[in-house]
């Protein structure tokens, strides 16, 4: 709830009182993203939210080229089908390229999985 400067004690999310807008710490808080930024946001972290997609990603990105979905079953451990949803939801994020050769499936990053993943890893000594 943001608070209204003519009105009194503020109730936040939790229930709790907060000061009013002049002397306290409930402030207006604002991000410039349109309701399609957070969705296309939203889905990107969801689609890396899953071992098999996240690992599905890792794999492609390491690779020298594109690389055929039947490649990255073994890897993965996982069947054809799942194998295959993992990249349709990366692809649907936004985080796969793909190119449908005859019956085969070749996969590559995009430049913003290629970005979010150097994200996680430079700062993944902050986590621990």
């Known amino acids: 709830m943001v608070p209204d400067p003519d009105s009194g004690p503020v109730e936040s999310r939790d229930g709790q009182s907060g000061s009013d807008a002049s002397g306290s710490c409930c402030s207006s808080v ?4 349109t309701e399609h930024d957070v969705e296309l946001d939203v889905r990107t972290f969801s689609a890396l939210a899953n071992g098999t997609r996240y690992e599905a990603l890792r794999l492609l990105a390491a690779a020298d080229g594109e690389v055929c979905a039947c490649d990255l079953e073994p890897e993965l451990g996982v069947n054809q089908s799942s194998t295959s949803r ?21 996969y590559t990053t995009t430049p913003r999985a290629e970005t979010l993943l150097t994200a996680v890893e430079t700062t993944r000594e902050d986590v621990l």
């Not at 604002?30 to 993203?33: A, G, P, T, V």
């Open 86 to 106: 993992a990249l349709s939801a990366l692809h649907q994020a936004g985080l796969v390229e793909r190119r449908k050769e005859g019956r085969w499936r070749y």
């Open 30 to 33: 604002s991000h410039d993203l």
